[in-house]
């Protein structure tokens, strides 16, 4: 999709976010709600039918959960928040996407548990924080943490959802208010999922503003536009449908206008799907800073040892300068030379944490089950590849019975690229299969790169012969480097 100017400047503000460990989600119903899981009324719908209400007709949904309470007590409302939130296994693909970026802190107030098995599908180690006294313990080496500020279907009796629950709030759960304002001080919320009329944003805000107090740091929602064809009632004429819009817009823009009150900057959309764009777009430029190194070599040709190395050196060392993480599969001849570029670069800088820079997965060498080595190796590659968003070729050739030839393992791998959206620079100067994938980029630079001049020449330069290196290195990290914003 084609991005508005407003949406452009958020993508761009919240990957900075993430990639310096500073951003953050608070997750409302609508995350869930495309799953079939009900929104409020539809939560609400059956007890206010009992106390022969009309839910279409009532705006303080939170008072609908108070009266049934007083009547009837807390069963009927257990039993509903168990059985509607226990139904979805899988999260949707907003849930998966917000698993695969880089985040590691998640606010929800919902009852379902599809962000944290989302998570954990992903392969992540996950803490939940779901009452007081989870506060006292904490899980080491975790990947995320998932603040259930109102609870969880597996506990309704502790649900938030009641007046009485949210007024008496800070005094029952004070410590997720403690660590809800350290989090809206240090980080940068994305507000997904909040409606219009969900009770929760507004006690949220208001909670938020106490806590803050006039600290407001810079946090971003999504709000959909109010569109004149979502006001089509046929039993409205059409100067009362256009009246009605009229007035929804103008609300919605005073509202819009009042979280800036509380620090929150409305990122505003068409429709619904949008989300999943502007989420998908955030996941590519995250990944982007992840570079995968696809290299073979058996025969430095047309580079002597000594240089080829040099180059490789070189080149790994320059990516971890810039802070980009390195992916690598240790592939011959060329594998240690990446990590040794990335040591040394860690070792000059005292950078603190050599993961922070490399990602190494060596193939494993023997069968293991049914799949045989070279079915396992495929599927090695997919797990590698899929955790970058850019690709280096290098060189790639192989001994087999006695003869030199273009590594097929490297060609697969480019053609996993492409399938992963990952954008593949060959350095066509290198040789061998290297050279074979240059000239097919170069052949349609379209349909590999985004449209970009200045991106389409530096991967020309790659393929030039008696490049030197550095003018590899520059025109290599200035293609990176124009792909993190095309």
Same mark, same amino acid.
């Given at each position: 999709m084609e991005f508005t100017q407003q949406q452009k400047s958020f993508i761009n503000a919240f990957v900075t976010e993430i990639n310096n460990g500073d951003a953050a989600i608070f997750a409302g119903a609508g995350l869930s709600a495309s799953l079939g899981f009900v929104n409020w009324k539809g939560l609400l719908k059956d007890l206010a039918d009992e106390l022969n209400l009309n839910i279409e007709k009532e705006h303080d949904l939170l008072s609908i959960a108070q009266y049934h309470f007083n009547k009837f007590k807390r069963g009927k409302i257990n039993n509903k928040i168990k059985n509607e939130f226990?139904?979805?296994?899988?999260?949707?693909?907003?849930? @998966?996407?917000?698993?695969?970026?880089?985040?590691?802190?998640?606010?929800? +107030?919902?009852?379902?548990?599809?962000?944290?098995?989302?998570?954990e599908a992903d392969g992540k180690t996950v803490e939940r924080k779901l009452r007081n006294e989870d506060f006292a313990s904490n899980i080491k080496k975790k990947d995320a943490i998932v603040y259930k500020m109102h609870g969880d279907k597996d506990s309704p009796d502790e649900a938030v959802l009641t007046k009485d629950d949210y007024e008496t709030y800070n005094d029952k759960k004070e410590l997720f208010s403690t660590a809800l304002r350290g989090d809206l001080l240090s980080k940068t919320f994305l507000f997904i999922g909040f409606s219009f009329d969900d009770p929760n944003l507004d006690y949220i805000l208001g909670r938020i503003k106490i806590l803050l107090k006039d600290n407001t740091p810079t946090h971003f929602c999504f709000f959909k536009e109010i569109a004149e064809s979502d006001f089509k009632d046929a039993d409205k004429s059409v100067e009362e449908?256009?009246?009605?819009?009229?007035?929804?817009?103008?609300?919605?823009?005073?509202?819009?206008?009042?979280?800036?009150?509380?620090?929150?900057?409305a990122v505003m959309i068409k429709d619904?799907?949008?989300? +999943?764009?502007?989420?998908?777009?955030?996941?590519?430029?995250?990944?982007?800073?992840?570079?995968?190194i696809s290299g073979a070599a058996y025969d430095y040709s047309p580079y002597t040892e000594e240089s080829a190395k040099d180059l490789i050196h070189s080149?790994?060392?320059?990516?971890?300068?810039?802070?980009?993480?390195?992916?690598?599969?240790? %592939?011959?001849?060329?594998?240690?030379?990446? *990590?040794?570029?990335?040591?040394?670069?860690?070792?000059?800088?005292?950078?603190?944490? !050599?993961?922070?820079?490399?990602? !190494?997965?060596?193939?494993?060498?023997?069968?293991?089950?049914?799949?045989?080595?070279?079915?396992?190796?495929?599927?090695?590659?997919?797990?590698?590849?899929?955790?970058? %968003?850019?690709?280096?070729?290098?060189?790639?050739?192989?001994?087999?019975?006695? @003869?030199?030839?273009?590594?097929?393992?490297?060609e697969e791998e480019?053609?996993?690229?492409?399938?992963?959206?990952?954008?593949? *620079?060959?350095?066509?100067? +290198?040789?061998? *299969?290297?050279?074979?994938?240059?000239?097919?980029?170069?052949?349609?630079?379209?349909?590999?790169?985004?449209?970009?001049?200045?991106?389409?020449?530096? *991967?020309?330069?790659?393929?030039?012969? $008696?490049?030197?290196?550095?003018?590899?290195?520059? $025109? +290599?990290?200035?293609?990176?480097?124009?792909?993190?914003?095309?």
């Open positions: 226990t139904t979805l296994k899988e999260g949707s693909d907003n849930h @998966k996407i917000l698993s695969k970026i880089g985040i590691d802190t998640f606010w929800t +107030t919902n009852y379902d548990q599809l962000i944290e098995r989302t998570l449908n256009k009246e009605n819009y009229l007035y929804a817009k103008i609300k919605q823009e005073l509202k819009i206008d009042d979280l800036i009150r509380y620090g929150i900057n619904y799907p949008e989300i +999943t764009s502007i989420l998908s777009e955030i996941e590519k430029r995250t990944k982007r800073r992840n570079v995968f080149l790994s060392y320059k990516l971890a300068e810039k802070e980009y993480k390195i992916v690598s599969g240790y %592939g011959l001849g060329i594998g240690s030379i990446v *990590i040794n570029g990335a040591l040394d670069y860690k070792l000059n800088s005292k950078y603190r944490n !050599l993961d922070d820079l490399l990602i !190494l997965r060596p193939f494993p060498q023997m069968q293991s089950g049914t799949k045989s080595i070279p079915e396992i190796w495929t599927d090695y590659r997919n797990d590698m590849i899929v955790k970058a %968003g850019i690709a280096i070729f290098v060189f790639g050739n192989k001994l087999v019975d006695g @003869k030199i030839v273009n590594s097929n393992g490297m480019f053609d996993i690229c492409l399938k992963h959206s990952v954008v593949p *620079i060959p350095i066509g100067s +290198t040789g061998s *299969i290297s050279k074979v994938l240059w000239e097919k980029v170069i052949s349609n630079l379209t349909k590999y790169y985004p449209d970009n001049t200045d991106l389409h020449n530096a *991967i020309k330069e790659l393929g030039k012969e $008696n490049i030197s290196k550095d003018d590899i290195i520059t $025109n +290599t990290i200035k293609a990176i480097n124009i792909l993190q914003k095309a």
